[in-house]
């Protein structure tokens, strides 16, 4: 090739990266959106990984999507795509990351172009809980006087285990505890879809009200009316497991029967 004609080629081929890089300079921003988590599914345990779900699309190729806590400079969760590769006008993918402490969690996306232009970050809120330990599960039917151990299973009159039954009628009982070292306990009103009692656990429903700080600040150490399909969270007197959420399955005249789980949070 002659030089003249060498010089000519080169002299295209940088024209027309020029025009490349100035056509996307005048196009639109990229845009990115959450697909998951979202308004509806944001709540998550502690040490198992949220596959963070996005799309994007630009007038101009993606090259590639960050995800980062706090705000758009914040610590680095991940990216998907290469800066220096080949993008796409429209991009569906997802960023792993696995939050390792409890807490509220600010994740923002932000999109790449071909000419390294951002996006207008968007961000999302996540709450991350601690996921229960469970250490029993079982069903248990309760007559007048008979108290109950959880996790022993022993049954005593009164005293003894974590609560005992009060009948005050036909069909008619409470859940008492004023017997050391009976601790207390309280009704819950909070809807689950499940049907297992341990599944109940795990809705986020009651994750959400097991897990408030302030979960103990209503346990009354008395009586609390037994109400059939009541769900009911009382504190262990001592380990193994601190909790026991429990429902009632059935009342009659003479007795009631629980379903119950009796689990441990950090």
Same mark, same amino acid.
């Given at each position: ?47 198992e990984p949220i596959e963070i779900t996005f799309y994007a699309q630009g007038e101009t190729e993606i090259n590639y999507v960050q995800a980062t806590l706090k705000n758009p400079n914040g610590q680095l969760l991940g990216s998907y795509g290469d800066p220096e590769g080949k993008g796409q006008n429209t991009l569906r993918a997802s960023i792993s990351w696995t939050p390792t402490a409890t807490g ?14 951002? $996006?207008? &970050?968007?961000?999302? +809120?996540?709450?991350? /809980?601690?996921?229960?330990? *469970?250490?029993?599960? !079982? ?71 097991? $897990?408030? &700080?302030?979960?103990? +600040?209503?346990?009354? /150490?008395?009586?609390?009316? *037994?109400?059939?399909? !009541? ?36």
């Amino acid at each position: 090739m002659k030089p003249r004609t060498l010089l000519w080629s080169i002299s295209l081929t940088i024209l027309a990266s020029l025009a490349c890089k100035l056509t996307a300079y005048w196009a639109a921003v990229p845009e990115v959106q959450f697909v998951f988590p979202n308004e509806n599914q944001h709540e998550f345990f502690a040490n198992e990984p949220i596959e963070i779900t996005f799309y994007a699309q630009g007038e101009t190729e993606i090259n590639y999507v960050q995800a980062t806590l706090k705000n758009p400079n914040g610590q680095l969760l991940g990216s998907y795509g290469d800066p220096e590769g080949k993008g796409q006008n429209t991009l569906r993918a997802s960023i792993s990351w696995t939050p390792t402490a409890t807490g509220r969690y600010i994740i923002y996306l932000t999109a790449y172009d071909t000419v390294g232009r951002p $996006s207008e &970050p968007v961000h999302l +809120a996540v709450q991350v /809980y601690a996921r229960p330990v *469970v250490v029993a599960q !079982g069903s248990k039917t309760l007559a007048y006087r008979d108290s109950f151990d959880f996790v022993s299973g022993a049954v005593g009159e009164f005293d003894g285990g974590d609560l005992y039954l009060f009948r005050n009628g036909p069909a008619d009982f409470s859940f008492v505890a004023n017997y050391r070292p009976q601790v207390g306990g309280k009704q819950l009103d909070v809807q689950y879809a499940a049907n297992d009692i341990q599944s109940v656990l795990f809705d986020m429903n009651v994750i959400r009200e097991i $897990s408030a &700080p302030d979960r103990d +600040a209503n346990i009354e /150490y008395g009586e609390i009316p *037994v109400q059939e399909g !009541g769900l009911y969270l009382y504190k262990r007197h001592a380990p193994p497991g601190n909790y026991i959420l429990f429902r009632v399955a059935s009342v009659t005249d003479d007795e009631v029967t629980l379903d119950y789980v009796v689990f441990s949070l950090p």
